[in-house]
């Protein structure tokens, strides 16, 4: 008991005392809790960054349309014998030189490889989309699995309790019995070893609720979840009335609706669009290009001979911008590439995506049989669960009835203390039965909403 006592002083510390004050809790409910989390879930921000990545990327290869466009510019000095870019003459000197030009490219064509890489781009973005709504979708799912079992433990924690409660007014009652004679000593034993195990029990519960509430207080990326509680929604009804479709129904709604199977369709045409890119580097390339250059000199210049002597003569160089206007230049035309042997690249890629376009295709025939297969598990999971729940009803009424008759006769003396201790186990476990079956069978029916196109809450695309 010591032990339980410490376990249970560690989790409240842990966790900020987990479930006391809940009159001044705020209890989430299931809707808030996925709509909370698709807002907030540091795996779904992180998709919603690939969106963007993929944005940018599309952006990237709508700039292959365009023109390239650079500008350049140089300034140097030379020191010694040179030759004067300017007068072609060689000199001993220190002589400046500055240059400025612009160069534009444009692919006028390009083996269809722009086009075909833009509209992979698009695609891209399509698919990068679906990703995120699939992982919007899991997330949604996880959140409804965690929510249903804090509302299981809640109700596991409430049985212990109120377990605690009968046995404790049980003991002082046979206590005062002892006293008085009328049963013997040992009953009284083994009810407080009852007591204990109720104690014990109650303790398991309480952690197994802390570490419930914990777990989804993650997916929810809440910071403060020392009062984090739910509504106690325990209603286990098919409110969509899912159980009345067929599996085929089911998965052929789901055929539509599912995002792993866009996903998979959208991966397929990226595929092709990289084929067909590799392809392109089959043909021929056609770039046209222009270039304008200018340049200038600081050094003297040549402006004749001496008559007398044959000497140059020289003189100050001209103004700066008047050598950029006289030397400017225009180069243009046009630049022609015809792939003629490349050591198979061009080849290796080709075949290289093409094994990748195959396996696409496969991917999503994968799929397609991995839905068929989940819908028929869920629907088969679903009714499996709702006839085990109402399997566990049945038993716990008649549990309930054992436990009364055997009350009926503790109370007169003609049953002993352990055989009622049994009666009452067989009902907790009862009890404990029908919860378990009830959240598992709320689940699986979440789980056919699901696959039917039945949301949580709307996912709402960005």
């Given at each position: ?59 990237g290869a709508l ?74 979708e899991d997330i ?237 598990t869920a629907f ?83």
């Open positions: 008991m010591k032990i339980n006592k410490y376990n249970s002083l560690v989790f409240a510390l842990l966790f900020g005392f987990g479930i006391v004050g809940h009159a001044q809790t705020k209890q989430w409910t299931l809707e808030e809790c996925v709509r909370y989390a698709l807002d907030n879930n540091i795996t779904i921000k992180l998709s919603e960054l690939d969106v963007k990545t993929a944005n940018i990327d599309k952006r700039g292959s349309y365009l023109p390239t466009v650079n500008g350049n510019a140089s300034h140097s000095w030379n020191i010694g014998l040179n030759v004067n870019p300017v007068t072609n003459i060689a000199t001993t000197q220190t002589t400046q030189y500055s240059s400025l030009g612009v160069n534009a490219n444009v692919d006028i064509y390009k083996g269809l490889q722009n086009q075909n890489a833009y509209r992979r781009a698009t695609l891209s973005i399509i698919a990068s989309k679906y990703q995120l709504l699939k992982m919007q949604s799912l996880n959140v409804a699995n965690a929510f249903l079992q804090i509302l299981s433990n809640k109700e596991d924690l409430k049985i212990k309790k109120e377990q605690l409660t009968i046995d404790e007014k049980r003991y002082a009652r046979s206590e005062e019995m002892v006293n008085a004679g009328t049963i013997p000593r040992g009953d009284l034993f083994d009810l407080k070893a009852t007591v204990a195990t109720d104690k014990q029990n109650i303790t398991v519960s309480e952690n197994n609720l802390l570490i419930s509430k914990l777990s989804l207080a993650q997916l929810l990326q809440l910071k403060e979840f020392a009062d984090f509680d739910v509504v106690d929604d325990t209603n286990a009804t098919d409110e969509n009335n899912i159980m009345a479709q067929t599996p085929i129904d089911i998965y052929n709604k789901a055929k539509e609706t599912r995002t792993e199977l866009k996903l998979a369709q959208t991966n397929l045409e990226i595929a092709e669009k990289n084929v067909a890119i590799a392809k392109g580097a089959y043909q021929p390339t056609l770039r046209g290009f222009y270039q304008f250059s200018t340049s200038a000199s600081y050094s003297d210049r040549l402006i004749g001979t001496d008559p007398v002597t044959k000497q140059p003569i020289y003189a100050g160089p001209d103004p700066v911008f008047t050598q950029f206007s006289d030397n400017k230049g225009h180069n243009f035309g046009f630049q022609l590439s015809v792939p003629i042997f490349n050591g198979f690249s061009a080849k290796n890629n080709v075949e290289r995506n093409k094994v990748s376009l195959e396996k696409s295709k496969i991917d999503l025939e994968q799929k397609s049989l991995d839905l068929q297969r989940n819908v028929y088969t999971d679903a009714k499996g669960a709702l006839n085990t729940y109402e399997s566990a009803t049945v038993t716990l009424e008649a549990r309930q009835q054992a436990y009364n008759y055997a009350k009926e006769k503790y109370d007169v003396g003609l049953m002993n203390s352990f055989d009622f201790t049994q009666a009452q186990t067989l009902l907790t476990n009862a009890q404990s039965d029908v919860i378990r079956t009830k959240y598992d069978y709320m689940f699986k029916i979440k789980i056919l909403e699901f696959y039917f196109g039945i949301p949580i809450v709307p996912i709402i695309t960005k």
